[in-house]
C-alpha cells in the first residue's frame, strides 16, 4: 500500500504525508458531517 511506502520515508516526506492525512481526514469528516441522518 502507498502509506507503507510513506511511513518508510524521509522526515520531510513524513511530514507531507502528516499534513495529506489531515486534509484527508477533515474532508472525509466534513462529507460524513453532510450525509442526512436517518
Do not use: G, V, W
Not at 511511513?7 to 474532508?27: G, T, W
Amino acid at each position: 500500500m502507498r502509506y507503507r511506502a510513506a511511513l518508510h520515508s524521509e522526515k520531510q516526506d513524513n511530514k507531507q504525508y502528516s499534513d495529506f492525512c489531515q486534509i484527508f481526514i477533515q474532508e472525509n469528516f466534513e462529507i460524513l458531517l453532510q450525509k442526512p441522518t436517518q
